[in-house]
Every structure is written in structure tokens, then in C-alpha cells.
């Protein structure tokens, strides 16, 4: 997905920007980046691969080396940023998350009304970030071509611009991903997760509407595009990808997720007389599971301990059993614990489904007795179209996309999909049977889609829910 962090300060900038965006870090897992503007210096940025070593580690050098009064930084997990940039309009730093469906498009009309070139990444794809500046060099000036650009993306696109003069931060036309600005006497930030700044000194300030723009000083903040009447936040920025103490629309992802796990308990038809334990899956997993525990009055223990020190996020490599080789690794059992019981044991979704089975296996080897998987949000039916954290995943994929086929034997008509995305119908109910049977779960329950909806707690026309039912 990725996330991005800036500052506008009176007074050096650069330990907030190098903590603050290093705060970001659960959010991607491929690269690093932070640009600093100094009045003497000018631009200064650097960008280094974290796929194998945290942020902090890699920017050790330019945290002691870099000056500025402004800043950006960037968490991705795709192309380098943030870049630099030189244009009719002047020169600037960008950094950006989103989605670009209709990049071929875009490439080639900016190519035939003058573009002479763009520069290509490894594997020959063009970066999104420099596509997005070229959309905005269209524009008669940077608030202008910020529009712009967002208008002509097809997917979603939020965006930092930082300029001599201040920090451009716009959020995505339909609010999908949050932009949060934080104030101190010495200036403003702005983030991509709320709780990056509380550390640092800065109190909530503004957050920003869908496809609002604002221009961001160390004297204050001027609104340059007044947000739109429609949101569609992602829903699943509190069901996974959040961090618990991050704040999205006035609602904080930790209490989402009790009430989330409250909800699954309340509706579960388990005999709870037969289960020993409640458990989550670390590490989203916990908070749900802890929300069942409480509302069920079933114990919670943590059969499996997760070792973060030196191991890599799961889902970093790109082959799929270095990915579970890595699962596997990271989570250490207590065969206390395990022996013998009965396990409700919640996640945060299920995916591709390859690691929840293989942890599921992992207990059981190592003496669980029965396994009762519920997953905090209902079967993720669609590749996300909009943000990247599914860019790798095609439908098909998607175990509940694979499933279908299997039970259908053929070509899926869009009728019959919405019949599996429909909880109430026989093809769902056969849908999550085979995948129980896949899995070698004991017993499988998905989350109902207005329940998780209902735990975000704000109104539910403002929630994106595409990858559950092809709907925004």
C-alpha cells in the first residue's frame, strides 16, 4: 500500500520527518525515502531498499547528515519515492499512494502531446510517482496540476509536493486513503497514520476531505481545493492495515476491532462450553480476538508468539514459499498452551489463504486439539482496484475466486458471483464449506459484511466495500 509523512517547521525538520516516517513502516515493505528542503541547500533526498533491513537503519547516515526547515518521506511497497522533479512550474519533491489503472493510457497521451521520455525502473515499468508529476506539469500551475492529475487517474491517487515555498498535500478524490495534519508551536505535519506524530509533539489538527488540497507553511495552512461530499474510505484500514492506535474519520482502528471481535461472538453459533481458548493471529488478528474474548467470557491465550526482531514482514518476498517459509519462522509455539485444547483462533482475513492454513497445521502439530477459525471480515471476493495492497493479486488468487470456479466448473456469470458474495444464499454457504475442507479447519465463519461495517462506527456510505462485494 505504503504511506507518507511531511513537515513545515521554523526550526530543522529532519528527526521529526526521519521518526514520523519511520512510523509508516507497517505499511510497506519495499522502499524507503525522505527529501529535505533547505533555503541555503535546496533539495536533498535519498532513497534506499527495505525489503531486508527496517527504516531506521538504512537512513542512519542521512538522519546525521541532512538539514531542512521542510520535508517529505515515503513508505512504499513499489516504486522508489519520493523523487525530485524540475518543470515549467519549478522545482520540487514528490511522493505519493495510490493506484494507476490507466497508466499505459496516460503514458502514451502525455507522449504524443510532448513528452519526450520517461525513465524506466527495473523490469521496464514506469514509476507512478513520475507519471503523477507529469500530470502535473500539465497543469498552468502545481494546484492546478494537482487537480488535474487526479481527475485523469483512473484508481486513486494521494499526494505530497514539497516546494520552496511550502508543502502541497492533497488526499485522493474519494478519501480512500487519510491524510492527517498535525500542529506544534513550531509547525505543522501531515501523515498518512495519525499516531506517527503524537511522539513527536504534535496534536491533531485538520483532517483532510476527500480531494481537498492544502498548502502547508510553518506560519499555517491555506485551503486550496475545498474537499468533496463523497467518501470512500477503505474499510479495511481498520479491519488489517491501521495500526492500532491510528485514528481514521474519528474512530480508532484498536476499537474497531474489539467491537469487531465483540460482534463475531455474539453471532457465532460455536458451543463455547467445548472451547478451551480464544486466539488471534498475530498480529492484526489479536485485537479482534480479544474483542470475542471479552464478549464471550472465553479465556484468551496466545498459543503462538511472534519474533519480530530480525525476521522480514511475511508477505515481502515475491515467492510464495519464501512467504511461508518466513510465516513459518516468525511464530514460536507454547506447547503449554497448545496441548490438548480447543481453539477459537481469529484473523484478520483470509486471503490467498496459503499462510492461515499452514498456521493452522502448525498447531495442530504441535498438540492442538480442535481449530475454529473466524475471520474478522467477510471473503475477500475482488482484487482491490483501487489501492495497491492487492496489486499482486489477481482473482484468481483469491482463494474464494478459486473455490468458485472449482463448485462452478466453468465460467462464473456475474449473477451467480453475487450469489457466493451473498451470506444468506447456498452457493456461499458451499463456498466456505469447500474452503473449511481446503484448510483443514475444524470449523470456518466469515464475518457478516454489515456487522465489521457497523464496528467502523461511521456512516456506512462512506466506506469502500469492493473486495468483499464489487461495490464502492
Known amino acids: 500500500m505504503g504511506g507518507v509523512f511531511g513537515v513545515v ?29 533547505d533555503r541555503a541547500k535546496g533539495f536533498d533526498r535519498a532513497i534506499h531498499n527495505i525489503e531486508n533491513a527496517p527504516f531506521r537503519t538504512k537512513f ?24 525530485t522533479v524540475f518543470s515549467r512550474q519549478g522545482h520540487y519533491s514528490i511522493g505519493t499512494v495510490g493506484r494507476i ?10 507522449i504524443d502531446s510532448g513528452a519526450r521520455q520517461f525513465m524506466a525502473m527495473s523490469g521496464g515499468d514506469i514509476n507512478n510517482t513520475e507519471l503523477v ?73 485538520k483532517e483532510l476531505g476527500p480531494g481537498e488540497i492544502v498548502l502547508m507553511t510553518p506560519e499555517g495552512l491555506t485551503t486550496v481545493q475545498k474537499p468533496a461530499d463523497t467518501m470512500r474510505i477503505c474499510t479495511f484500514l481498520w ?53 470475542y474474548a471479552q464478549a464471550s467470557g472465553i479465556p484468551y491465550a496466545r498459543p503462538l508468539i ?12 515475491q515467492n510464495q514459499k519464501a512467504r511461508e517459509l518466513i510465516a513459518k519462522m516468525k511464530l514460536i509455539p507454547v506447547p503449554e498452551v497448545i496441548g490438548g485444547k480447543r481453539f477459537i483462533l481469529v484473523d484478520d482475513s483470509i486471503v490467498r489463504g496459503t499462510q492461515l492454513r499452514e498456521t493452522v497445521t502448525y498447531l495442530k502439530e504441535n498438540g492442538a486439539d480442535t481449530i475454529h477459525v473466524r475471520s474478522a471480515c467477510p471473503p475477500i471476493m475482488f482484487g482491490c482496484k483501487y489501492l495497491n495492497f492487492s496489486r499482486s493479486v489477481s482473482d484468481m488468487d483469491l482463494i474464494s475466486r478459486r473455490v468458485i470456479a472449482e463448485l462452478e466448473g466453468g465460467p462464473v456469470s ?27 479447519f475444524d470449523s470456518l465463519k466469515f464475518q457478516e459484511l454489515a456487522e465489521a461495517l457497523s464496528a467502523v462506527d461511521i456512516p456506512q456510505c462512506q466506506l469502500c466495500t469492493y473486495c468483499w462485494n464489487g461495490k464502492e
Open 239 to 291: 479491519t488489517y492495515f491501521g495500526y492500532p492506535p491510528t485514528v481514521y474519520e474519528g474512530k480508532t482502528v484498536e476499537a474497531m476491532r474489539y467491537r469487531n471481535g465483540a460482534s463475531i461472538a455474539k453471532n457465532d453459533t460455536v458451543d463455547k462450553a467445548q472451547v478451551d481458548y480464544v486466539a488471534g493471529v498475530p498480529d492484526s488478528g489479536i485485537a479482534h480476538a480479544l474483542g
Open 9 to 37: 517547521s521554523k526550526n530543522d525538520c529532519v528527526m521529526d520527518l526521519f521518526f514520523g516516517t519511520d512510523y509508516h513502516s507497517h505499511l510497506g515493505t519495499k522502499r524507503g525515502g525522505m527529501c529535505v528542503y
Open 60 to 83: 542512519e547516515r542521512e538522519v546525521n547528515a541532512m538539514t531542512g526547515i521542510m520535508g517529505i518521506g515515503s513508505i512504499s511497497d513499489g516504486e522508489p519515492q519520493p523523487l
Open 306 to 317: 511472534k519474533y519480530t526482531p530480525t525476521w522480514p514482514r511475511s508477505f515481502m518476498p
Open 101 to 110: 489503472n490507466n497508466k499505459e493510457e496516460l503514458v502514451q497521451e502525455l
Open 414 to 440: 456475474d449473477e451467480a458471483l453475487q450469489e457466493y458474495v451473498d451470506s444468506s444464499t447456498p452457493r456461499h454457504a458451499a463456498m466456505v464449506e469447500r474452503i473449511r475442507e481446503i484448510m483443514q
Open 133 to 205: 508529476a507529469a500530470l502535473i506539469s500539465t497543469g498552468k500551475d502545481l494546484a492546478a496540476g494537482i487537480r488535474r492529475a487526479q481527475k485523469r487517474i483512473d484508481g486513486s491517487m494521494t499526494i505530497l509536493l514539497l516546494t520552496d515555498e511550502g508543502l502541497y498535500a492533497a488526499r485522493d478524490l474519494k478519501g480512500r486513503t487519510p491524510l492527517i495534519i498535525g500542529q506544534k508551536e513550531e509547525g505543522y505535519c501531515v501523515a498518512s497514520e495519525s499516531f506517527s506524530f503524537a511522539n513527536l509533539g504534535y496534536a491533531p489538527c
